[in-house]
């Protein structure tokens, strides 16, 4: 949410402010003309999981309606919001916030448009330069094909380039962006990979500790690439992490040096951006701005104070930590009879709408691993064999060879090669 001393100004110089927001709101709201958001307190909105475009959305629609009522558009043509929608669908799933039943509508109208081919130039475009067909387009889609084209505009170059490929009508300058976006995505994976191996190269000791958080900083982090590289390290030691960077050479950065900008990923039962309140309020001015949600958070600290910091939070962190929170829980939906094991059934699902707490199902089996290879450097390609038929399978992000014999969570999706449709069973933990 915008500061208190930035209103404020905009009050002195006569300026009305509107704010929109769907974070937790501080002790202290900034005396804005008016602030939207579901998470204030005496807000009746019933969905509190709105991401911030879907409350931007629900103005838009109440805008309408009080125009509607004052005869504003008089016979003119009324704003066709429903064309939003796939934006909508989009800023939705690539917050992760929970999908709930008002999300879920969201989600859904958008991704309808999307299929029916009315989905704007930007997200076409998007989606051809990652070779995925809009008739097919799916919650996956928007949030692992296109929000991180889109993010890596705002973290390793200016957010303008996303913003105007979302909002140009001409085909030839979307396609332009997207180009553009693409390739900014391939630097931001390349730098991820290297600040991911540097995190792992300290990932044993940590292991050896039994600290209930973790932090991580490194002088050459890029500051854009931190968050994602939390939930890296959070899915492999499952607990809270936070990963800090320098901030960069902004104006900001040039008047207030030695600043550190950090991004934190959190595990379920813990809130994350409660603690750090905690920490705030523990020691007041140890940090210097914070904010977020139960799963995320972003924070700022002088560099000089990051020792303190880490060990306040971490002794905080074990605090609250529920006593069975670091303890890994796999929950399957359990055995998959072979008879589902088509591709019919994958692109059943895959139709669905699945995301932030309301997940895609999850099966479990054992199966025997007849072939292992490694692809594109990082992942594990399967061929698994149960009751007779062979399966493709594949695991992403891991190179540990699986025995002969495995024990396998997998998620039922479609693999799409040279136009053929195949199932593919994509593991998400083998027992050991």
Not at 252 to 271: C, D, K, M, V, Y
Not at 273 to 286: N, S
Not at 408 to 416: G, I, M, S
């Amino acid at each position: 949410m915008p500061s208190a001393l930035g209103v404020a100004r905009a009050n002195a110089l006569g300026i009305a402010t509107l704010i929109t927001d769907h974070h937790l709101p501080g002790d202290v709201l900034p005396e804005a003309s008016c602030i939207v958001n579901p998470n204030q307190p005496g807000c009746a909105f019933p969905s509190k999981s709105l991401a911030g475009v879907g409350v931007m959305f629900y103005v838009m629609v109440a805008l309408r309606s009080e125009l509607r009522a004052r005869g504003a558009f008089r016979g003119a043509p009324e704003p066709n919001l429903g064309a939003l929608t796939d934006l909508v669908a989009l800023g939705t799933v690539a917050d992760v916030v929970p999908l709930d039943a008002n999300n879920r509508v969201l989600v859904a109208q958008g991704l309808n448009r999307i299929r029916a081919g009315r989905a704007s130039a930007g997200l076409n475009a998007l989606l051809r330069i990652a070779a995925r067909a809009p008739a097919r387009a799916r919650a996956f889609d928007l949030g692992f094909v296109l929000g991180p084209r889109l993010n890596a505009a705002g973290r390793l170059a200016d957010m303008g380039l996303g913003i105007e490929c979302l909002i140009t009508d001409d085909a030839a300058r979307a396609a332009n962006c997207a180009q553009a976006l693409d390739e900014l995505n391939r630097e931001r994976r390349r730098i991820e990979s290297e600040m991911l191996d540097t995190a792992l190269g300290t990932l044993e000791t940590l292991r050896e500790a039994s600290g209930a958080a973790a932090v991580f900083f490194e002088p050459g982090w890029h500051q854009g690439v931190v968050g994602i590289l939390a939930a890296r390290l959070r899915e492999r030691l499952h607990r809270p992490v936070l990963c800090f960077a320098r901030a960069d050479s902004g104006a900001e950065h040039e008047t207030n040096p030695g600043q550190l900008r950090g991004s934190g990923r959190s595990i379920a039962g813990f809130h994350l951006r409660d603690c750090l309140d905690l920490v705030a309020k523990r020691a007041p001015g140890l940090i210097l701005r914070f904010g977020g949600h139960a799963q995320a958070a972003g924070l700022t600290l002088r560099e000089a104070d990051l020792a303190r910091f880490t060990e306040l939070f971490e002794r905080t962190a074990a605090e609250r930590m529920p006593p069975d929170a670091l303890s890994p829980v796999v929950e399957t939906d359990g055995v998959l009879d072979g008879a589902y094991l088509s591709l019919e059934v994958a692109q059943l699902i895959e139709r669905q709408i699945w995301g932030q707490g309301f997940p895609q199902p999850v099966f479990c089996d054992t199966f025997t691993v007849e072939n292992q290879r490694v692809v594109g450097e990082r992942h594990l390609k399967l061929k698994l064999m149960k009751d007779g038929r062979r399966y493709e399978a594949i695991r992403f992000g891991s190179l540990d060879p699986l025995p002969a014999r495995a024990r396998a969570a997998y998620r039922l999706t479609v693999n799409e090669f040279n136009g053929l449709q195949n199932v593919q069973l994509n593991i998400e933990h083998v027992e050991r």
